[in-house]
């Protein structure tokens, strides 16, 4: 059963944006803080962004500081990150997962990002 379903991804150029979701129907969204993570081609996952449970607090990580905003809303159980000023090296699969030890992962969406 999936829980977490992520959307958004695709085709950019360099200096472009996307939105990605991530949707939560079945999950009580409002209890948990949630996060996005990243995974390379031939790299570890890696931390993007996490933000708690009212969305109050937020935490990035340096490789997007400042070009990337995750957001939430409760009322419609889902998760959202904008990426701005997309780069080369952004190009990844994007998981969001609830930022807990046993916490479920989506199924990833996939971003490209052309020079």
């Known amino acids: 059963q999936v829980h977490l379903v992520e959307s958004g991804g695709g085709l950019v150029q360099a200096g472009g944006s996307l939105r990605l979701s991530c949707a939560a129907p079945?999950?009580?969204?409002?209890?948990?803080?949630m996060a996005w993570y990243r995974r390379a081609p031939g790299k570890e996952r890696e931390f993007i962004a996490t933000?708690?449970?009212?969305?109050?607090?937020?935490r990035y990580a340096d490789s997007v500081k400042g070009r990337f905003t995750i957001s939430r809303d409760n009322s419609k159980k889902t998760l959202y990150l904008q990426m701005d000023r997309l780069q080369p090296e952004d190009t990844a699969i994007y998981y969001c997962h609830e930022d807990f030890d046993v916490g479920y992962w989506g199924q990833g969406t996939q971003v490209t990002v052309s020079a």
């Open positions: 933000i708690n449970w009212n969305g109050r607090n937020t």
């Open positions: 079945r999950r009580p969204f409002s209890s948990y803080d």
